[in-house]
């Protein structure tokens, strides 16, 4: 099955930088494995809904902001190790949330991920 794993994230002060990390592993159902699939994030501050942030498709030639990170935010992956990461520079405040990462076989133009991560803490101070 499809495991994903996040690490990165903690506490920093506004317009320092964080990196997010996902690992990937496991075939879908399909058979499908990590260089096959869209990979994005997505965050969720408390009490609001889980939003969108940042996607990579899965030959990492194509990407896809929000408008609120855009500039700030860089997505990137290495199909060789499975790996997708989040750059996030300029962090602010408002940036604080559960970041998660995602999967799937869609493009990432659907917005839509079967498969998530665990994921992990970023707190910004002002």
């Known amino acids: 099955q499809v495991q994903l794993v996040q690490s990165g994230g903690g506490l920093v002060q506004a317009g320092d930088s964080l990196r997010l990390s996902c690992v990937a592993s496991?075939?879908?159902?399909?058979?499908?494995?990590?260089?096959?699939?869209?990979m994005g994030w997505f965050r969720q501050a408390p009490g609001k809904e889980r939003e969108f942030v940042a996607a990579?498709?899965?030959?990492?030639?194509?990407?896809d902001y929000a408008d609120s990170v855009k500039g700030r935010f860089t997505v990137a992956r290495d199909n060789t190790v499975r790996t997708v990461w989040l750059q996030m520079n300029s962090l602010k405040p408002e940036d604080t949330a559960v970041y998660s990462c995602?999967?799937?076989?869609?493009?990432?133009?659907?917005?839509?991920?079967?498969?998530w991560g665990q994921g992990t803490q970023v707190t910004v101070s002002s």
């Open positions: 995602a999967a799937d076989e869609r493009p990432i133009t659907s917005y839509e991920y079967d498969y």
């Open positions: 496991g075939r879908t159902p399909s058979g499908s494995t990590f260089r096959g699939w869209s």
């Open positions: 990579i498709n899965w030959s990492g030639d194509t990407t």
